[in-house]
């Protein structure tokens, strides 16, 4: 299999001799093509030189204005451009950042809020209100802090470096409270470092031609998922623009289409289903999408029939799987997938791990097994996550050491093949939806907190393999009259609290929950194979 390889010509070097440097990057770019597009919706933009001022007036800003203690301020916002303006801002402070999306229901960025350091939330859309009691600085304050004419500088030696939170990202928790993973700064340079060159000649080829002109980076995940920093870093790496596709853009085939023959981009990055999607629209072509020449999928399982449909599409594109966990700093396995590897193996590799990577696989004794043995993959290396923020024994649990390099237990089963890693689903609760991460526990626990609800447990639906809808199987306190009613009662009251994608879409209703003989809800009674 040595053909599926990623060509990392470059970066065949010993792990920690990296010598990229973001910000330094982004000032490169904003000196030598000021009026470059940094970032765009397709109706905003801002260019390099704004970003570059922008984000140092804001920082000398918030370096003033509070204390010594640096931790992670949160950026509160959608696809807008200033959204980079203030990710930058906070790291140029010293402080870091954590981006909530606006899609995230207001109870669940009050409970995010409050597990995060003091400091004010940093409000980056027009028109956004901030859920709950913080201090908030409004979007119209950024912007007259950001177009002051007094021009100060921020000393690089503030910068966020090191061993210091870049930014942090809160995921799906069994617990029902959404935990924040954080990535220090020497983490995401070295996984940039990587993502710059993932596909050898292609992107090798893009980035020459970055410095005569835009490349261009499609944007799909919200800043509140790790995905998204695939798109941000590599482009801000070099020089290129981020082109972010907005929720009701996404929503909307026409105008998606519409954005995307407007977008003229040449990268594209995204999870397997948001590709899927596009692709039942005929004119998703390289006809009306010239430029296409890269197209990146991490987040869940890539299909050999999306490949095929992408490479029929996109003849003179290459096509590159990763995987990887936000525990791990976005992907840390890569592999470009030929016509050849196509039509010779499923399910596909997801790639070999990158330089300054070690993928492991365990037995359930924490023993390593041989290549073609399955068992849980875990991590280790130069991108591997400090652990969950405030969280110790959540930490404890999933992160270790292996020979003085930080590891994680992914959860995920897998198995190598000279090298090349083979994800075969999960050992626990988590499941992938249109891409987004869950732990079915989360949701669970949410429900339980309705006062009339007794027992429950959400279970996948799957078509070809993939997850389609999910189920909420339920007893209430007192009997259910009318089914359809409570139903859309549920998921009204869900909604509040919940995320979309995690309100189950129907809710069957039980008068007793099957049990296994140790007492746990038997799942598989339930029908499913979790
Ligand atoms: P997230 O933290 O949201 O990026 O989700 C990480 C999880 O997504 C991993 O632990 C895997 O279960 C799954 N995943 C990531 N990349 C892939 C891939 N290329 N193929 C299959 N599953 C993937």
Redesign the pocket.
Known sequence: MGEIECHNNRYNKAAGDMDLDIIGKIKETAMHFPERTASTNGRDRLSYKELWEYSERLAVCLKNELGEEKQPLAVYGHKSPWMLVCFLACVKAGHGYCPIDISVPDARVEMILHSLPEGPVLAAEQNCSVPGDKEVWSFQQIQEICQMEKMDCCEPDTYVKGDGIWYMIF?SGSTGTPKGVQITADCLHHFTDWAVNLGGAASAEAMRESEEQNLIFLNQAPFS???SVMDLYTSLACGGTLYCLEKNVQADYRLLMEHLANAKANVWVSTPSFAEMCLCEQSFCADRMEGMRLFL??????GNRTVAKLQQRFPEAVII???????ST??VTGVIVTPEINEKRNPLP?GKAKPGTQILIFDENGQELPEGKKGEVIIAGNTVSPGYYGQPALTEKAFFEIDGMRAYR???RGYLENGQLF?CG?IDL?I?YHGY?IELEDIENNIRKLPYIEHVVVLPRERGGKVSSLMAYVVEKSIVEDEKTENDRLKQELLSFLPEYMVPKKFVFLDTMPMTANGKADRKKLGGGL
């Open positions: 995921t998922f790790d995905l999928f991490c987040g869940e399982t890539l799987n990763t995987y990887g966990p936000t525990e976005v992907a997801v992914t959860g995920d994800y999960r988590q992938k991460r």
